[in-house]
């Protein structure tokens, strides 16, 4: 139940098509919901985060999709571009200091 | 650049040596976390601090030591390192408020074991 499910492992995308991440998770009790972008030699940067009164959160190119019903949320980049080629790890949490991460997706933008 | 100076970026250790990583923020976070990350996984938590008092270990082995002197720097003191203990050491840091707040990482350190 502490779970989140992260899908696919790895995606290639054309660029300036659309890169979608998807998650799923199971404990309801979780309320808030970042993604993660880390590049080579990198740590984690915080993408964007969500909530689960929000359905939909939009920052620039990136916009997460949730569906608190069926407990799945989604990380759409669109106009993907080379420079977004890196690793996503979508993350749920609970409690303050403990975040329950995915296990990665590699994405990788074709020029 | 990240907020999260972690030093050093590198770090080759034999088994019975004793070293130790550094994490600094300027930020005001005043909670601050270690994580382990292998190749191709997701990060680990090890340890948090809050108000520089040690709140979580996630039953870390007692051959990694953590140390938090003051609200910006946090230590990982290492002594008698395994093999599979190299891995990617990262620091993180959130503010402590309402709900929960983001944290954010450094670069890490990148650890080898011989």
């Known amino acids: 139940q502490q779970q989140v499910k992260q899908s696919p492992q790895s995606l290639i995308v054309q660029k300036g098509g659309i890169s979608i991440i998807n998650c799923a998770y199971e404990n309801t009790a979780f309320d808030y919901f970042p993604w993660y972008q880390q590049f080579p030699g990198k740590g984690p940067a915080l993408l964007i985060a969500?909530?689960?009164?929000?359905s939909e959160k939009k920052e620039g190119r990136f916009t997460i999709s949730f569906n608190k019903s069926a407990k799945q949320f989604s990380l759409h980049i669109m106009d993907s571009q080379p420079g977004d080629s890196a690793t996503y790890f979508c993350?749920?949490?609970?409690?303050?200091?403990?975040?329950?991460f995915g296990k990665g997706t590699r994405l990788h933008i074709l020029p | 650049d990240t907020e999260v100076t972690q030093t050093p970026k590198h770090l080759v250790m034999g088994m019975t040596n004793k070293k130790s990583l550094k994490c600094e923020q300027h930020?005001?976070?005043?909670?601050m976390y270690w994580y382990k990350q292998k190749a191709k996984k997701p990060p680990e938590l090890m340890f948090v601090y809050s108000y520089e008092k040690l709140s979580i270990n996630e039953s870390v082995p007692s051959r990694f030591s953590p140390e938090c002197p003051n609200s910006s720097l946090l230590n990982l003191h290492l002594h008698a390192l395994q093999p599979e203990d190299s891995a990617l050491y990262l620091c993180?840091?959130?503010?402590?408020?309402?709900?929960?707040?983001?944290?954010?990482f450094g670069d890490g350190t990148r650890l080898s074991i011989l």
């Open positions: 993350a749920a949490s609970m409690s303050p200091h403990k975040i329950i």
């Open positions: 993180a840091s959130s503010p402590i408020g309402t709900g929960i707040q983001p944290q954010h």
């Open positions: 969500i909530r689960p009164d929000v």
């Open positions: 930020m005001g976070h005043r909670a």
